[in-house]
């Protein structure tokens, strides 16, 4: 059916609509409307066959479109399905379609069309509507005659395919089309589509027939897992003061959203997008909006508002109340929230093993949805709906190990293995107990098997989890300090006395506690003076205190602090029971602990203490019960009672007893306990009730005269070995056995004597962070072994931490200057030494060429200085070579059409080395690059870059390094070469051609006047700049020899050598010189030529083809002529240079004669060979399109200058296609050009060299560079082929080919070698070098270096194949420290022990391999150690208590006692363990019976047991290795020390019958010097006896009692003492004297005084506030009030004058409704397993209020425990038949055939029950 037809058809029936099936094209065109590019199915039974596959472009007959007969109709009736159409639509879901053909003439059963979806994108905001799109397509078409805007009617619950419209702006409603186009959705709600008229099902994954459905998180086919269900309540309370509230808020991506507000009020919305944008939108109409990238659907109504989004939203919402009216509104929301941080399984973790079979995990990490983040875990765990996925493993690495490794390592593989994760052991103790500690603990990864045992793994496998901090700070709080109180007064009323104040140690919480330092702590006792006179002499020493201060400081003494051991703690004690005679006083004794961590204290109970608990009765008097309370001194006592007979015959002094020995063993003693006894009752009372003068004297008696039993004994800790970071201190402990206290006799014992556990005689000290200080490693090896060399080490900023390890921080933490790190070594003198220059370029690139250098002899002065010599100062070492060959690769001549370079070749350029010489002025010159050229100034010069295999329109040009464009003077050409217009002295320079990554270049020099080159304007400025010199050429005197500087000094190595633009310089200049050339000849060789041609008709055709232009040399020979003249002697060179440059000129004249001559001898031939020729350049190019400069012989004839060009031809060699490298045959016959490689067998090696060129080219062979010379076995053929019979070792070599004619010339190379296994060139000495800090040696010998050497073993190894190297140490793999390079040698950097073994190195090839091998050993030189740890405790081992001293190298003097004994040390070390031998005076020390020296561990300890005169003198230990030796040293001096009793010390009293005077005792050295007493603490001690002195009456003098308590706390009140007059007689005797005989004494101190006289003050307090929320009780409240201090008159005061009263309560408990609350718990859910471990149950638990029985917050019910919602249930052991997994890896068991086992079969049950 054509198209004109079927637009007929649709104008016809226009109220149905037909579509045809034979559009062409996509869109279907309507009176104008336009559809989109879709089109509709059509089914099979619609229409013919053969209109079907017309229609459809499917021809019956073509089975190209068919597939393979469908496997499903396997009987015959059906074709094969053919394939998919386009699709229906191009977005939001369409539909294609497939057919297939009946084969039989009945018909088949099933349909011939079949449908699937497509285009499931979603389409672009534009595209519109589809079913809209279809109505719209009828606008232009008349209804009943009148035009209608048609609009899509939706969800048709009849016929949801029709295509039904709605006219706009009438209720009119036409189907306009029985059928939509296939793809239209049926509903608006679901993605179910039409398809040929019928309502076809489409699931979420948009299948036909697909039954998937999103769940309420949106994913498709989903569990629901990925979101959660938030529904709620919200009640409105309107408040005056607030317009709005938040209801809550709904994050982004939550579906399903409906909330719903009941109520006079109104909702609005706030908005945040993910990019940060808000938005605020007040709903106040019915309708839809798009609100934040999201449908919002909005209904008001009264008294309601409803809201409705699917989803899922695009940026979060915070849905918000307004206040309208005074009730209350109620807002109910529902919501599905998606779980942002869900896990993400990862992938596998690298495998545990390399090669031999291990295994690898996955694990799981928590991502942000919104950010796309990976976050911490416990944003996963925040949902419970989130399941942790199991981590998956496999096995990995299954590879079999190589062979060569020597061993296969297995890891263990553990099916049951959990993920790896961080442990760590406890934290440590706080390394300070206050004011700011650290705590530390060691991480590791670890894994556990399947029994739980933890074992440690690498740390990658943890690294996707956070480690644990290993450091946390602790006891921050401030540390307990010492506080002092007030002095009390001075204990004497005139003169000197003493005074007492009260010391406590105040903790941070402001409580007396312990851990105060004793030794910071204040003294408490001080003397005092009264300045009131006495009327006697002023005492000498102070008088001591009375009994209240006595007692008290007494009390202050015995104070117990708590300390972090169990202690008893006694309180003070309580006051007296009676206030006047004899009564009790009482105390609590408490066993506690301070806790280092919390800095509390602590009650323990008493069996934790150890030790005798104290007193906590006591017996008490206060004095006569007279009526008044007096307090007396003790010292008053006996005086006071004197009288008092009944007094005094009640109470006396009695023994009883003895007290404890004060010693277990070795004699100790018992003192007799005198207590003062009431004489009737015989009990003991208060000691003051007795006369003081009448107590028994003291009575001793010594007990436990045993000897004690072995014990350990140990000195002083010695200081820290490190001021921070964690040191040691250490000390001695012996086993000693005291047998008798009195004269400390006592003895050593082995440690085995001592029963008890041996103390520790090392522990760690200063265990805090040292500040960041400078750390620097080992100066590496000096730069140059002479010749002032440079020492290098890295220094870094490191603090030590308190662990002891080291960490890295930032240098401007380090705030000492930086360590050196540069610095001289090695300054003396180099040795001479031949000093060779870079080898020049090669002479040619390709065939056989030369290299050439230049040699000086020089030698590196002490400061870095290299000083020339002359030649002969060298002439006793060997010369390097001047001379060698170069280019082997063979040429490819560029005239050859059928020569195709490989592919795999880069850019070459064919460069020449030559030096060109201008002779005359010519318009224009053209060169190629590789050579330099001398030209005269005014000459176009062009400059060719003959490359292959690049294209020349990509080749780049530099001048001096710098990138070179077109200027008006010089031009770079497409075609790859440079035009110079017109040389100018800017011109000069160096030209660089750059063809990729290839380069040559060309130099470019300007001939001046007077023979002078001219130099270039920028060298110009730099040496007048830098050097000072002018601006002028260089003569040629100084420039013919490049040893020399511009100002003729000698010149360093860099100017003498590498100026390669200068080097033929002063050969050329001295070559003009003598040559006789100046400008006048030159200006009249220019003014010959008639007339200027145009610069560009040089570039002609039609030029000449030969014009003569420049002398061409050779740099070979102007190499040699360099090299012959820096061999010379200073003073011979400039006359020998004249010589043989005069010489190189008569060569230049021979073949260059005069005008006239040379037209009568033009027809000789010169017969010249030399490498100088005279030249004439043309333009000659090739079949490659390469321009050449070529040279023609000067002598040759005129005819062969005008011979036509075909008849001339270079000599070329052909090369022809590439033969086998290695032959198997007897006769090997080759083409030259190719690596020949022979066998053993060979016995003939036939060279051909066919060549071509007019002349014939005359055919010579080289070898290596020499001319080969014929022999009995070496011969050239007829054909000019080079035969060589039974070729062998001295045949090897490189034989070139040179085809010559007068023309030019051509080689080709070829390099012959003879194939073999390998050979490795080994040593057959065994090398011993302990100087050297870098040792170089063959493979195969005994090695024997220092350590920390820099050792390098070469591996020399010849073969043909080549051989491939490596290297084993003892038949395993290298050291981390081992480097190997590309020429098979390995070296060790800082060689250590572990670098010692047996290296091998293994080289093989194709024909075989072979091994060499290298015993390496290491060894340290004897050297002094600083490390004296080990030495300390082979010091402790002897049990002896000798002094000990050290051996140093440049000596150590001491003085020792004579009778004392002496460990000596000698401390060194190195490897190996060196010998060590003493010496006395020179002479070696014998040990043995008898000999009053011993020599123990290991020759280290030199032991003198008695120390005599005969053992002065010096000693020395020298120790000694393989590797040197070393020598320490000791000087002794004896000394005889001895004590002498001096004179006496002062009286101890000035009067009574106290006073004693003792000697004065002095320690002696030789009875002459007085030293130190610690030198004669070994020396028995002189026996001291005391005498008395200043025995005499003591002056009359007041005493005073101490002050009575105030009888008022406030108000004032009197306090009295006693004051009476006193003396002292010289018996002892207290007297009380009249107060006339202390009238001398001052006046009569007073007796009363006021106290107290504050004013008194109370309590006042508030009224009680409200009762407030904060529950304490069912219906209880808390109220406040507040408290404070005031004077009667009305004045606040401080609270502590206050605190002698109670102070009223300011909190009190109320009753509140609020608080009439109450936990209320829900019914436990049922139990989640009915046996096993794992059941549990839950419930709900809320505080609810009891009266409006609703929840409130939980902070009401705190006051009581909250019950618990969750418990464990129905833990019993199931039964038998219950078959089950109890373990997450039991899908890896069976997936691994695990099940077999029984172990696994019994924890995975369930999974391996059908196996």
Same mark, same amino acid.
């Given at each position: 059916?054509?198209?004109?037809?079927?637009?007929?058809?649709?104008?016809?029936?226009?109220?149905?609509?037909?579509?045809?099936?034979?559009?062409?094209?996509?869109?279907?065109?309507?009176?104008?409307?336009?559809?989109?590019?879709?089109?509709?199915?059509?089914?099979?039974?619609?229409?013919?066959?053969?209109?079907?596959?017309?229609?459809?472009?499917?021809?019956?007959?073509?089975?190209?479109?068919?597939?393979?007969?469908?496997?499903?109709?396997?009987?015959?009736?059906?074709?094969?399905?053919?394939?998919?159409?386009?699709?229906?639509?191009?977005?939001?879901?369409?539909?294609?379609?497939?057919?297939?053909?009946?084969?039989?003439?009945?018909?088949?059963?099933?349909?011939?069309?079949?449908?699937?979806?497509?285009?499931?994108?979603?389409?672009?905001?534009?595209?519109?509507?589809?079913?809209?799109?279809?109505?719209?397509?009828?606008?232009?078409?008349?209804?009943?005659?009148?035009?209608?805007?048609?609009?899509?009617?939706?969800?048709?619950?009849?016929?949801?395919?029709?295509?039904?419209?709605?006219?706009?702006?009438?209720?009119?409603?036409?189907?306009?089309?029985?059928?939509?186009?296939?793809?239209?959705?049926?509903?608006?709600?679901?993605?179910?589509?039409?398809?040929?008229?019928?309502?076809?099902?489409?699931?979420?994954?948009?299948?036909?027939?697909?039954?998937?459905?999103?769940?309420?998180?949106?994913?498709?086919?989903?569990?629901?897992?990925?979101?959660?269900?938030?529904?709620?309540?919200?009640?409105?309370?309107?408040?005056?003061?607030?317009?709005?509230?938040?209801?809550?808020?709904?994050?982004?991506?939550?579906?399903?959203?409906?909330?719903?507000?009941?109520?006079?009020?109104?909702?609005?919305?706030?908005?945040?997008?993910?990019?940060?944008?808000?938005?605020?939108?007040?709903?106040?109409?019915?309708?839809?909006?798009?609100?934040?990238?999201?449908?919002?659907?909005?209904?008001?109504?009264?008294?309601?508002?409803?809201?409705?989004?699917?989803?899922?939203?695009?940026?979060?919402?915070?849905?918000?109340?307004?206040?309208?009216?005074?009730?209350?509104?109620?807002?109910?929301?529902?919501?599905?929230?998606?779980?942002?941080?869900?896990?993400?399984?990862?992938?596998?973790?690298?495998?545990?093993?390399?090669?031999?079979?291990?295994?690898?995990?996955? #694990?799981?990490?928590?991502?942000?949805?919104?950010?796309?983040?990976?976050?911490?875990?416990?944003?996963?765990?925040?949902?419970?709906?989130?399941?942790?996925?199991?981590?998956?493993?496999?096995?990995?690495?299954?590879?079999?190990?190589?062979?060569?490794?020597?061993?296969?390592?297995?890891?263990?593989?553990?099916?049951?293995?959990?993920?790896?994760?961080?442990?760590?052991?406890?934290?440590?103790?706080?390394?300070?107990?206050?004011?700011?500690?650290?705590?530390?603990?060691?991480?590791?990864?670890?894994?556990?098997?399947?029994?739980?045992?933890?074992?440690?793994?690498?740390?990658?496998?943890?690294?996707?989890?956070?480690?644990?901090?290993?450091?946390?700070?602790?006891?921050?709080?401030?540390?307990?300090?010492?506080?002092?109180?007030?002095? #009390?007064?001075?204990?004497?009323?005139?003169?000197?006395?003493?005074?007492?104040?009260?010391?406590?140690?105040?903790?941070?919480?402001?409580?007396?506690?312990?851990?105060?330092?004793?030794?910071?702590?204040?003294?408490?006792?001080?003397?005092?003076?009264?300045?009131?006179?006495?009327?006697?002499?002023?005492?000498?020493?102070?008088?001591?205190?009375?009994?209240?201060?006595?007692?008290?400081?007494?009390?202050?003494?015995?104070?117990?602090?708590?300390?972090?051991?169990?202690?008893?703690?006694?309180?003070?004690?309580?006051?007296?029971?009676?206030?006047?005679?004899?009564?009790?006083?009482?105390?609590?004794?408490?066993?506690?602990?301070?806790?280092?961590?919390?800095?509390?204290?602590?009650?323990?109970?008493?069996?934790?203490?150890?030790?005798?608990?104290?007193?906590?009765?006591?017996?008490?008097?206060?004095?006569?019960?007279?009526?008044?309370?007096?307090?007396?001194?003790?010292?008053?006592?006996?005086?006071?009672?004197?009288?008092?007979?009944?007094?005094?015959?009640?109470?006396?002094?009695?023994?009883?007893?003895?007290?404890?020995?004060?010693?277990?063993?070795?004699?100790?003693?018992?003192?007799?306990?005198?207590?003062?006894?009431?004489?009737?009752?015989?009990?003991?009372?208060?000691? #003051?009730?007795?006369?003081?003068?009448?107590?028994?004297?003291?009575?001793?008696?010594?007990?436990?005269?045993?000897?004690?039993?072995?014990?350990?004994?140990?000195?002083?800790?010695?200081?820290?070995?490190?001021?921070?970071?964690?040191?040691?201190?250490?000390?001695?402990?012996?086993?000693?056995?005291?047998?008798?206290?009195?004269?400390?006799?006592?003895?050593?014992?082995?440690?085995?004597?001592?029963?008890?556990?041996?103390?520790?005689?090392?522990?760690?000290?200063?265990?805090?962070?040292?500040?960041?200080?400078?750390?620097?490693?080992?100066?590496?090896?000096?730069?140059?072994?002479?010749?002032?060399?440079?020492?290098?080490?890295?220094?870094?900023?490191?603090?030590?931490?308190?662990?002891?390890?080291?960490?890295?921080?930032?240098?401007?933490?380090?705030?000492?200057?930086?360590?050196?790190?540069?610095?001289?070594?090695?300054?003396?003198?180099?040795?001479?030494?031949?000093?060779?220059?870079?080898?020049?370029?090669?002479?040619?690139?390709?065939?056989?060429?030369?290299?050439?250098?230049?040699?000086?002899?020089?030698?590196?002065?002490?400061?870095?200085?290299?000083?020339?010599?002359?030649?002969?100062?060298?002439?006793?070492?060997?010369?390097?070579?001047?001379?060698?060959?170069?280019?082997?690769?063979?040429?490819?001549?560029?005239?050859?059409?059928?020569?195709?370079?490989?592919?795999?070749?880069?850019?070459?350029?064919?460069?020449?080395?030559?030096?060109?010489?201008?002779?005359?002025?010519?318009?224009?010159?053209?060169?190629?690059?590789?050579?330099?050229?001398?030209?005269?100034?005014?000459?176009?010069?062009?400059?060719?870059?003959?490359?292959?295999?690049?294209?020349?329109?990509?080749?780049?040009?530099?001048?001096?390094?710098?990138?070179?464009?077109?200027?008006?003077?010089?031009?770079?050409?497409?075609?790859?070469?440079?035009?110079?217009?017109?040389?100018?002295?800017?011109?000069?320079?160096?030209?660089?051609?750059?063809?990729?990554?290839?380069?040559?270049?060309?130099?470019?020099?300007?001939?001046?006047?007077?023979?002078?080159?001219?130099?270039?304007?920028?060298?110009?400025?730099?040496?007048?700049?830098?050097?000072?010199?002018?601006?002028?050429?260089?003569?040629?005197?100084?420039?013919?020899?490049?040893?020399?500087?511009?100002?003729?000094?000698?010149?360093?190595?860099?100017?003498?050598?590498?100026?390669?633009?200068?080097?033929?310089?002063?050969?050329?200049?001295?070559?003009?010189?003598?040559?006789?050339?100046?400008?006048?000849?030159?200006?009249?060789?220019?003014?010959?030529?008639?007339?200027?041609?145009?610069?560009?008709?040089?570039?002609?055709?039609?030029?000449?083809?030969?014009?003569?232009?420049?002398?061409?040399?050779?740099?070979?020979?102007?190499?040699?002529?360099?090299?012959?003249?820096?061999?010379?002697?200073?003073?011979?060179?400039?006359?020998?240079?004249?010589?043989?440059?005069?010489?190189?000129?008569?060569?230049?004249?021979?073949?260059?004669?005069?005008?006239?001559?040379?037209?009568?001898?033009?027809?000789?031939?010169?017969?010249?060979?030399?490498?100088?020729?005279?030249?004439?350049?043309?333009?000659?190019?090739?079949?490659?399109?390469?321009?050449?400069?070529?040279?023609?012989?000067?002598?040759?004839?005129?005819?062969?200058?005008?011979?036509?060009?075909?008849?001339?031809?270079?000599?070329?060699?052909?090369?022809?296609?590439?033969?086998?490298?290695?032959?198997?045959?007897?006769?090997?016959?080759?083409?030259?050009?190719?690596?020949?490689?022979?066998?053993?067998?060979?016995?003939?090696?036939?060279?051909?060299?066919?060549?071509?060129?007019?002349?014939?080219?005359?055919?010579?062979?080289?070898?290596?560079?020499?001319?080969?010379?014929?022999?009995?076995?070496?011969?050239?053929?007829?054909?000019?082929?080079?035969?060589?019979?039974?070729?062998?070792?001295?045949?090897?070599?490189?034989?070139?080919?040179?085809?010559?004619?007068?023309?030019?010339?051509?080689?080709?190379?070829?390099?012959?070698?003879?194939?073999?296994?390998?050979?490795?060139?080994?040593?057959?000495?065994?090398?011993?070098?302990?100087?050297?800090?870098?040792?170089?040696?063959?493979?195969?010998?005994?090695?024997?270096?220092?350590?920390?050497?820099?050792?390098?073993?070469?591996?020399?190894?010849?073969?043909?194949?080549?051989?491939?190297?490596?290297?084993?140490?003892?038949?395993?793999?290298?050291?981390?420290?081992?480097?190997?390079?590309?020429?098979?040698?390995?070296?060790?950097?800082?060689?250590?022990?572990?670098?010692?073994?047996?290296?091998?190195?293994?080289?093989?090839?194709?024909?075989?391999?072979?091994?060499?091998?290298?015993?390496?050993?290491?060894?340290?030189?004897?050297?002094?150690?600083?490390?004296?740890?080990?030495?300390?405790?082979?010091?402790?081992?002897?049990?002896?208590?000798?002094?000990?001293?050290?051996?140093?190298?440049?000596?150590?003097?001491?003085?020792?006692?004579?009778?004392?004994?002496?460990?000596?040390?000698?401390?060194?070390?190195?490897?190996?363990?060196?010998?060590?031998?003493?010496?006395?005076?020179?002479?070696?020390?014998?040990?043995?019976?008898?000999?009053?020296?011993?020599?123990?561990?290991?020759?280290?300890?030199?032991?003198?047991?008695?120390?005599?005169?005969?053992?002065?003198?010096?000693?020395?230990?020298?120790?000694?290795?393989?590797?040197?030796?070393?020598?320490?040293?000791?000087?002794?001096?004896?000394?005889?020390?001895?004590?002498?009793?001096?004179?006496?010390?002062?009286?101890?009293?000035?009067?009574?019958?106290?006073?004693?005077?003792?000697?004065?005792?002095?320690?002696?050295?030789?009875?002459?010097?007085?030293?130190?007493?610690?030198?004669?603490?070994?020396?028995?001690?002189?026996?001291?006896?005391?005498?008395?002195?200043?025995?005499?009456?003591?002056?009359?003098?007041?005493?005073?009692?101490?002050?009575?308590?105030?009888?008022?706390?406030?108000?004032?009140?009197?306090?009295?003492?006693?004051?009476?007059?006193?003396?002292?007689?010289?018996?002892?005797?207290?007297?009380?004297?009249?107060?006339?005989?202390?009238?001398?004494?001052?006046?009569?101190?007073?007796?009363?005084?006021?106290?107290?006289?504050?004013?008194?003050?109370?309590?006042?307090?508030?009224?009680?506030?409200?009762?407030?929320?904060?529950?304490?009780?069912?219906?209880?409240?808390?109220?406040?009030?507040?408290?404070?201090?005031?004077?009667?008159?009305?004045?606040?005061?401080?609270?502590?004058?206050?605190?002698?009263?109670?102070?009223?309560?300011?909190?009190?408990?109320?009753?509140?409704?609020?608080?009439?609350?109450?936990?209320?718990?829900?019914?436990?859910?049922?139990?989640?397993?009915?046996?096993?471990?794992?059941?549990?149950?839950?419930?709900?638990?809320?505080?609810?209020?009891?009266?409006?029985?609703?929840?409130?917050?939980?902070?009401?019910?705190?006051?009581?425990?909250?019950?618990?919602?969750?418990?464990?249930?129905?833990?019993?052991?199931?039964?038998?038949?219950?078959?089950?997994?109890?373990?997450?890896?039991?899908?890896?068991?069976?997936?691994?055939?695990?099940?077999?086992?029984?172990?696994?079969?019994?924890?995975?049950?369930?999974?391996?029950?059908?196996?």
């Amino acid at each position: 059916m054509s198209g004109s037809l079927c637009k007929t058809i649709v104008l016809i029936f226009f109220r149905f609509l037909f579509i045809c099936s034979a559009i062409k094209a996509l869109a279907v065109l309507v009176e104008g409307a336009e559809f989109l590019p879709e089109f509709t199915l059509i089914r099979r039974e619609s229409y013919p066959e053969e209109s079907l596959g017309d229609s459809l472009n499917h021809k019956s007959d073509d089975q190209s479109s068919r597939t393979s007969r469908s496997e499903e109709n396997g009987d015959s009736q059906w074709d094969a399905w053919g394939p998919w159409s386009e699709c229906s639509r191009t977005c939001a879901g369409g539909a294609s379609y497939s057919l297939r053909r009946c084969l039989s003439s009945w018909n088949c059963e099933g349909l011939n069309i079949r449908y699937r979806t497509c285009s499931s994108v979603d389409c672009p905001p534009e595209a519109g509507d589809f079913r809209a799109q279809q109505c719209s397509a009828h606008n232009d078409v008349k209804y009943q005659g009148q035009y209608y805007e048609w609009l899509p009617l939706y969800n048709d619950p009849d016929k949801p395919c029709a295509l039904k419209c709605l006219a706009k702006g009438t209720a009119l409603v036409v189907e306009l089309a029985p059928k939509v186009l296939d793809g239209t959705r049926c509903y608006t709600e679901t993605l179910h589509m039409c398809i040929s008229g019928n309502c076809q099902v489409v699931g979420c994954d948009h299948k036909l027939g697909s039954n998937a459905k999103e769940d309420n998180c949106g994913v498709c086919s989903g569990n629901g897992s990925t979101c959660r269900l938030v529904r709620g309540q919200h009640k409105s309370q309107g408040s005056s003061n607030k317009l709005d509230n938040t209801v809550i808020a709904v994050p982004y991506g939550s579906r399903h959203v409906r909330i719903v507000l009941k109520g006079q009020d109104h909702l609005y919305l706030e908005t945040k997008t993910l990019s940060g944008q808000r938005g605020e939108n007040s709903l106040s109409s019915t309708g839809i909006f798009s609100i934040g990238n999201t449908s919002i659907e909005f209904q008001k109504l009264p008294e309601k508002e409803i809201l409705r989004a699917d989803g899922p939203l695009g940026a979060d919402f915070t849905v918000k109340i307004q206040y309208v009216g005074s009730a209350d509104s109620i807002v109910q929301f529902f919501f599905y929230q998606p779980i942002i941080h869900q896990w993400r399984e990862t992938d596998f973790f690298p495998c545990s093993v390399t090669c031999g079979g291990g295994y690898q995990l996955t #694990s799981a990490e928590c991502y942000d949805l919104r950010s796309g983040r990976v976050v911490l875990d416990q944003y996963c765990h925040y949902y419970p709906e989130n399941i942790k996925p199991k981590p998956k493993l496999q096995e990995c690495g299954m590879d079999p190990c190589p062979a060569s490794d020597g061993y296969k390592q297995i890891i263990p593989f553990d099916h049951f293995h959990p993920l790896p994760r961080w442990d760590s052991s406890p934290w440590t103790a706080c390394s300070s107990s206050c004011g700011g500690g650290a705590q530390l603990r060691t991480v590791s990864c670890v894994e556990e098997d399947i029994n739980g045992r933890a074992s440690s793994v690498e740390e990658w496998k943890c690294m996707y989890i956070q480690k644990f901090p290993v450091v946390q700070p602790c006891n921050l709080f401030d540390c307990p300090k010492w506080l002092a109180q007030e002095w #009390s007064p001075c204990t004497v009323t005139c003169g000197q006395g003493l005074r007492y104040r009260v010391v406590l140690c105040i903790d941070h919480r402001g409580l007396h506690a312990g851990g105060c330092n004793a030794k910071t702590k204040p003294h408490i006792k001080e003397e005092c003076i009264v300045t009131i006179p006495c009327y006697k002499p002023k005492e000498k020493l102070p008088v001591e205190a009375k009994l209240p201060w006595y007692k008290q400081a007494q009390e202050l003494e015995e104070l117990l602090t708590v300390s972090e051991e169990p202690s008893f703690i006694p309180q003070p004690w309580s006051p007296c029971s009676e206030t006047c005679g004899a009564g009790k006083q009482s105390r609590k004794v408490k066993c506690q602990v301070l806790l280092s961590f919390s800095q509390s204290v602590e009650d323990l109970p008493d069996d934790e203490c150890e030790g005798t608990k104290p007193l906590t009765e006591r017996a008490c008097y206060t004095g006569p019960c007279s009526g008044e309370t007096v307090e007396y001194d003790l010292e008053e006592a006996d005086l006071l009672y004197t009288n008092l007979k009944d007094f005094d015959e009640l109470y006396d002094w009695d023994y009883e007893g003895f007290t404890e020995c004060s010693e277990l063993c070795a004699g100790g003693v018992q003192e007799a306990i005198a207590v003062c006894l009431n004489k009737q009752t015989r009990e003991k009372v208060d000691e #003051s009730l007795c006369t003081i003068h009448r107590r028994h004297p003291q009575l001793l008696k010594v007990c436990n005269l045993g000897p004690c039993p072995p014990r350990w004994e140990f000195g002083k800790w010695s200081a820290c070995s490190s001021s921070c970071g964690l040191g040691l201190q250490t000390r001695d402990i012996f086993c000693v056995h005291l047998l008798s206290r009195e004269s400390d006799e006592t003895a050593i014992l082995g440690d085995k004597n001592c029963p008890q556990a041996k103390p520790d005689n090392v522990q760690a000290c200063n265990k805090f962070n040292c500040p960041p200080d400078w750390h620097s490693e080992e100066w590496q090896q000096c730069s140059q072994s002479c010749g002032g060399g440079v020492q290098i080490r890295r220094a870094f900023c490191k603090q030590r931490m308190a662990d002891g390890s080291f960490v890295a921080v930032a240098e401007e933490l380090c705030l000492t200057p930086k360590l050196d790190v540069h610095r001289v070594c090695e300054d003396i003198d180099c040795p001479t030494e031949w000093l060779a220059s870079e080898w020049s370029q090669c002479s040619a690139t390709c065939g056989e060429a030369t290299q050439g250098r230049d040699v000086i002899c020089r030698k590196m002065s002490r400061d870095g200085v290299p000083v020339t010599l002359n030649n002969s100062d060298c002439s006793h070492l060997p010369r390097p070579l001047l001379l060698r060959s170069c280019s082997f690769l063979p040429c490819t001549r560029m005239n050859r059409k059928e020569f195709k370079p490989p592919h795999h070749q880069g850019p070459h350029i064919l460069g020449l080395r030559k030096v060109y010489v201008q002779l005359k002025k010519e318009r224009k010159l053209q060169f190629a690059t590789g050579g330099q050229a001398y030209l005269l100034p005014k000459t176009s010069v062009v400059i060719r870059c003959p490359v292959r295999r690049f294209r020349k329109s990509m080749i780049t040009w530099e001048k001096d390094g710098k990138h070179l464009s077109s200027s008006p003077h010089v031009t770079v050409t497409h075609l790859g070469y440079i035009k110079i217009n017109h040389l100018k002295p800017v011109n000069i320079g160096t030209y660089t051609c750059v063809a990729g990554v290839v380069r040559d270049n060309f130099v470019i020099k300007i001939i001046g006047n007077n023979n002078k080159l001219i130099e270039s304007p920028s060298s110009i400025q730099e040496a007048g700049i830098g050097n000072g010199i002018s601006n002028e050429a260089l003569s040629p005197k100084d420039k013919y020899l490049p040893g020399l500087k511009k100002n003729g000094s000698k010149a360093d190595k860099n100017q003498f050598f590498l100026n390669c633009q200068s080097q033929y310089d002063g050969i050329i200049l001295k070559l003009l010189e003598i040559k006789g050339w100046s400008q006048e000849s030159l200006d009249s060789r220019e003014s010959q030529g008639s007339t200027e041609k145009d610069f560009t008709s040089v570039e002609d055709a039609s030029m000449e083809s030969i014009i003569p232009l420049t002398y061409v040399i050779d740099q070979v020979r102007l190499d040699e002529i360099r090299r012959a003249i820096s061999q010379q002697t200073d003073d011979l060179k400039d006359v020998y240079a004249t010589q043989i440059i005069g010489q190189l000129v008569a060569e230049i004249s021979k073949g260059q004669p005069d005008t006239n001559k040379s037209k009568q001898k033009h027809g000789e031939r010169n017969s010249d060979t030399s490498s100088v020729k005279p030249s004439f350049h043309k333009i000659a190019t090739n079949d490659h399109g390469v321009s050449k400069l070529s040279s023609v012989d000067w002598s040759s004839s005129k005819e062969s200058i005008h011979t036509s060009k075909e008849l001339i031809k270079a000599p070329v060699i052909l090369q022809k296609t590439n033969d086998k490298g290695l032959s198997l045959s007897a006769e090997v016959i080759a083409d030259v050009g190719h690596t020949i490689l022979l066998t053993d067998w060979t016995h003939k090696l036939v060279l051909r060299c066919e060549t071509e060129g007019n002349p014939k080219p005359v055919i010579s062979w080289t070898k290596n560079g020499q001319m080969l010379k014929s022999s009995h076995r070496i011969k050239i053929l007829p054909d000019q082929a080079l035969q060589i019979l039974t070729p062998n070792e001295t045949d090897v070599g490189v034989y070139t080919c040179t085809a010559t004619n007068p023309i030019g010339l051509d080689s080709l190379s070829t390099k012959v070698a003879i194939t073999g296994k390998p050979v490795i060139r080994v040593s057959n000495h065994d090398l011993v070098n302990f100087n050297s800090t870098s040792v170089r040696v063959n493979v195969g010998s005994v090695v024997k270096a220092r350590l920390r050497a820099n050792i390098t073993i070469t591996c020399q190894v010849n073969g043909v194949p080549e051989p491939t190297v490596s290297w084993t140490k003892d038949q395993g793999s290298l050291d981390g420290n081992v480097l190997l390079f590309q020429n098979g040698s390995l070296s060790m950097i800082n060689a250590t022990l572990a670098n010692q073994g047996l290296y091998s190195c293994h080289a093989s090839n194709t024909l075989g391999q072979v091994m060499a091998t290298t015993n390496l050993l290491l060894h340290d030189p004897p050297r002094a150690s600083l490390e004296l740890k080990n030495l300390l405790q082979q010091f402790a081992l002897t049990g002896s208590e000798a002094y000990t001293i050290f051996a140093t190298i440049p000596g150590t003097k001491e003085v020792l006692s004579s009778g004392s004994s002496v460990l000596v040390g000698c401390p060194v070390k190195g490897h190996p363990k060196p010998s060590i031998s003493w010496l006395h005076n020179g002479k070696i020390i014998s040990t043995g019976l008898g000999q009053k020296h011993q020599i123990l561990a290991s020759q280290r300890i030199l032991q003198i047991l008695t120390v005599t005169k005969g053992h002065r003198g010096n000693y020395s230990c020298v120790a000694r290795n393989e590797a040197g030796n070393i020598t320490l040293k000791l000087t002794l001096e004896i000394a005889e020390y001895a004590w002498l009793i001096g004179e006496l010390v002062p009286c101890s009293a000035p009067c009574g019958n106290k006073g004693l005077q003792f000697p004065k005792l002095k320690c002696l050295r030789d009875n002459s010097i007085e030293v130190d007493k610690s030198h004669c603490k070994s020396k028995p001690q002189p026996d001291i006896r005391a005498v008395a002195c200043n025995v005499r009456d003591c002056p009359p003098r007041w005493t005073v009692s101490s002050w009575s308590p105030c009888p008022q706390y406030c108000g004032g009140g009197t306090q009295r003492r006693l004051v009476s007059c006193q003396k002292v007689t010289a018996a002892g005797i207290l007297l009380d004297l009249s107060p006339g005989f202390c009238a001398q004494s001052g006046k009569k101190p007073v007796d009363s005084q006021t106290c107290n006289r504050q004013p008194c003050s109370e309590w006042f307090t508030s009224n009680w506030g409200q009762c407030t929320s904060q529950c304490v009780g069912l219906r209880l409240g808390m109220q406040h009030r507040h408290v404070f201090c005031q004077s009667q008159n009305g004045t606040k005061l401080p609270s502590r004058q206050c605190s002698s009263n109670t102070r009223p309560l300011s909190r009190q408990n109320c009753t509140s409704d609020l608080c009439t609350v109450q936990w209320r718990s829900s019914s436990w859910t049922s139990c989640t397993s009915s046996c096993g471990n794992y059941g549990f149950q839950s419930r709900r638990v809320e505080c609810v209020h009891l009266q409006t029985n609703q929840q409130v917050r939980e902070q009401f019910c705190s006051w009581k425990q909250r019950p618990v919602n969750w418990q464990r249930c129905n833990i019993i052991p199931c039964e038998k038949s219950e078959c089950r997994d109890t373990t997450r890896y039991c899908e890896m068991v069976k997936r691994l055939n695990l099940c077999l086992l029984s172990q696994y079969k019994l924890r995975c049950c369930e999974s391996c029950r059908d196996i």
